[in-house]
């Protein structure tokens, strides 16, 4: 495991881009598993669609030393607890692979809430605090940044904001990439998104084709 395991952020508001981000994020990677509320990855070509923990846990053991692509679907108003199992079985998976892994989740204000969850349904926050140690990317999306763990965020290596709209979520925005880009927070348009990484912030958009266009260093 060559690089390290980075967490990725993805935060907007419906229908702005975040998951045409993640999916191309993942396009190249060999071994991802979506926590898929929506059900968006199940329907896309290459993705085994697993119902169930067990059904995971088999398609990982299955593709033995090759690649897979996972859409998990959680039992909805079950996220907490559905990805709390899901986190233990990738990070027992991950204590003996060799390669690294790409967990991504979806509305992840429902899995990876604000919130302090309770001691025994750490498995997530295990994941994003040790989750380098073995290999665990993990990519999240949010239409509400004002509404996701802090320790994802200020964790989180690559951050992509997309237009929002209610307060909260701006000053989310603010505080994320800094007051002087308030303006340019509050100036995106659909499709528009301001990305963080190694303390440099660029702009960029997501394209009809699903590629993502980032363009040069603002700051
Ligand atoms: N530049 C673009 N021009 C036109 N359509 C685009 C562009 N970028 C993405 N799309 C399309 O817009 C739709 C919404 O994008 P996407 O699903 O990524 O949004 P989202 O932020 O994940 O929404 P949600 O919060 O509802 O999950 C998709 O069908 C996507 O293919
Ligand atoms: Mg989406």
Redesign the pocket.
Known sequence: MSQDAELTL?M????????????ALVKSERRVIAFDT?G?FAQMRGWKVAHDRKAVAQAMVKAGRGGFKIAYVPPAGQEIDALHFLSEIIWRYQEAAAEQITLLV??ADLGIPKHNLPANRGGVKQLILRGRHRGVNMIA?T?RPALISSSYISNSAHIYG?MVASTGDIDQLVRTFGRQHKAAIEGLQ??QFLYRADGQICTG????S?ALKVNSVRT
């Open positions: 993805i907007g508001q419906r229908g702005c881009g975040k998951t045409t981000v993640a999916k929506m968006e979806d509305e999306c239409q997309f659909k499709f958009h997501t394209m009809k699903g």
